[in-house]
């Protein structure tokens, strides 16, 4: 079962910031929190993960909130070939195994 | 530079006829997995292999088995295709070492159509 709450839908304008929210109110504290993109008949692209501090990467930003409740995903600039449905995921160990389980993801529009 | 390949990109097959799908990697990545993603839906894993050790998920139909014959390639086995099988089926890898730190590289899926 996936354990995060997103929105369905987001739209952005072309060259502004956009902040993706995630809800994990049950995150355990080995939880990493991975979040991944599809683009229109693509396979998932992996974006960013943390743990507990803000992560930065060439493609986007990942703010984690000090309880570890909640995420935002930060894309500084968004471009049309961002938009894309935005997974956030929480990967959790067990018996060996680590398995990404999608939930439905935000669909993000970029307006021109 | 493709890393995760995957052929055919787009596959017709008819119902109850055996289908393979197969997937390469030049990662060198020690974790193979796939998925099932059907329309509008977001992707489900199947199985994944760790090096030889397989790893079904409890609700994986038998109609689904994995082969894995070396470390670069990965095939997936649908033996009795049923309409409800259509869908695209993901391949990816991830090296394995950094447990719930492991990122996962997906291909460019297999689009399965049954007639």
């Known amino acids: 079962d996936a354990k995060t709450t997103q929105p369905n839908s987001m739209e952005s304008n072309e060259e502004e910031p956009v902040h993706l929210p995630c809800n994990h109110s049950?995150?355990?504290?080995?939880?990493?929190i991975h979040w991944y993109r599809q683009l229109p008949s693509q396979g998932p692209e992996y974006v960013i993960h943390g743990l507990t501090s803000n992560v930065n990467n060439r493609m986007a930003s990942l703010a984690i909130a000090e309880d570890r409740k909640s995420s935002t995903l930060i894309l500084h600039r968004a471009t049309l070939r961002d938009a894309a449905v935005y997974y956030c995921i929480l990967m959790t160990s067990g018996a060996g195994s680590y398995q990404l389980t999608f939930g439905k993801g935000t669909k993000l529009s970029v307006i021109p | 530079d493709a890393m995760v390949i995957q052929n055919p990109r787009y596959q017709v097959t008819q119902f109850g006829k055996p289908v393979t799908l197969s997937c390469s990697q030049t990662l060198n990545h020690n974790v193979m997995y796939w998925y099932q993603q059907k329309s509008s839906q977001a992707p489900k894993l199947l199985f994944h292999?760790?090096?030889?050790?397989?790893?079904n998920e409890a609700d994986t139909p038998d109609n689904f088995q994995s082969r894995r014959p070396n470390t670069s390639f990965c095939f997936l086995d649908i033996r009795s295709p049923g309409l409800g099988d259509a869908a695209m089926y993901l391949c990816?890898?991830?090296?394995?070492?950094?447990?719930?730190?492991?990122?996962?590289?997906f291909g460019p899926g297999t689009r399965l159509t049954v007639l």
């Open positions: 990816a890898t991830s090296l394995g070492l950094a447990g719930v730190a492991d990122t996962q590289y």
């Open positions: 049950t995150i355990s504290g080995t939880d990493y």
């Open positions: 292999y760790y090096d030889k050790d397989f790893n």
